[in-house]
């Protein structure tokens, strides 16, 4: 059992959250994390990580904004969990799999207990709500606000007009993006779109960002990509905003925003990925997003920079989500209100 160092927690690093999220972590979880697998870059559990031993941090590098290559803010229970390159963790509860830290010197931080760690020359913090209640607390909030923005980001992509379109030929469908002046292409398909095809072929054209929403609360991935995944998570996301049941089979192309689904993978995605909840039977792959896409700003706020947005030509900065987010909600709440009537007639 390794014993708690003398010091006080150190200060949580800036809360990251919208489209920033899908560029700091490889993997997003926004409730339970079950693995068995592996995250080659860095992960975010808002519940807890669970399952057989699972590796994090594997091509892990130094993150621009101080986050550690595993972040879960309820416990860490079952197999070992091995942290790679030196990237380190923060965990808000208990830790009873145990760490095994290789690389370089790492430093780890858990709001309770650790067991079944090798401390070595590695600085392992324990204990920490005892001495620093903010510790936990700050985990909490930073959960609260990448839900909320991830659910106003998918929401938000959800309303876009689409310029691109998805051709299909027998068993192949081909995305030939179309992109706007600012490189952005949009294509809206349904669940059932998919279903009908078998291979993926997917023409960039250029496009700095690329969304593929997708309608339907079932949804299975088992697609071929024709010419391999070629790195399509650095500019492809997959949109879901409605699904609650995610299956993949076939490795995946692309980044993949579904936080409403409890979702399991059997293959890799070569992007950054966010769940609901996930059984992880799949390794996530780095080659997280990179595209300039930014959320729309509140009516009457002024513009600037150079990234891209989902309304119009206008290069806006990120601002808060809240009204879309609302708006997001409402239209849940509605659906599902709708949904139990039918069930009840």
């Known amino acids: 059992m390794a014993t708690a160092l003398a010091m006080p927690a150190l200060a949580q690093s800036k809360a990251i959250t ?3 999220a899908l560029r700091e972590w490889n993997l997003v979880v926004l409730g339970n994390l079950d693995s068995s697998s592996e995250v080659e870059g860095r992960t975010f559990v808002g519940g807890n990580l669970v399952g057989n031993s699972s590796n994090y941090g594997i ?4 993150s621009p904004n101080g986050q550690p290559g595993l972040t879960v803010v309820g416990n860490v229970n079952g197999g070992h969990k091995n942290l790679n390159n030196g990237s380190g963790a923060v965990v808000g509860g208990n830790v009873t799999s145990g760490f095994n830290l290789n690389g370089p010197n790492q430093t780890v931080k858990v709001g309770g207990m650790i067991n079944n760690t090798n401390v070595n020359q590695n600085s392992v913090i324990s204990n920490l709500d005892r001495s620093d209640p903010a510790f936990g607390l700050g985990l909490q909030q930073q959960k609260t606000e990448l839900k909320s923005s991830m659910g106003s980001l998918s929401f938000e992509m959800g ?5 691109s379109q998805l051709t299909v030929q027998g068993n192949r469908g081909t995305f030939t993006a179309q992109p706007n002046a600012q490189g952005l292409a949009v294509f809206n398909i349904t669940a059932a779109d998919l279903d009908k ?6 023409n960039l054209n250029g496009a ?3 969304i593929v929403n997708v309608s339907g609360r079932s949804i299975n991935l088992n ?3 024709l010419g391999g995944t070629n790195n399509l998570g650095e500019r492809v996301i997959w949109n879901f905003p409605e699904a609650e049941d995610l299956k993949l089979t076939t490795a995946w192309g692309g980044s993949v925003l579904a936080p409403l689904a409890d979702a399991e993978t059997r293959n890799y995605i070569q992007g950054s990925a966010v769940f609901g909840n996930l059984k992880q039977n799949g390794e996530m792959h780095i080659g997280t997003f990179k595209g300039g896409y930014a959320t729309s700003p509140p009516s009457g706020s002024s513009s600037g920079g150079d990234s891209l947005t989902g309304g119009g030509a206008t290069p806006v900065s990120e ?7 609302s708006l997001g909600v409402a239209g849940l709440v509605l659906s599902r209100r709708r949904r139990a009537k039918r069930d009840e007639a």
């Open 18 to 20: 919208g489209i920033d």
């Open 59 to 62: 091509r892990a590098t130094t």
């Open 159 to 163: 309303t876009l007009k689409s310029n």
């Open 197 to 202: 095809i078998g291979e993926i072929q997917f």
């Open 208 to 210: 700095d960002t690329a």
């Open 223 to 225: 697609d071929n990509f």
């Open 319 to 325: 601002p808060g989500m809240l009204g879309l987010f």
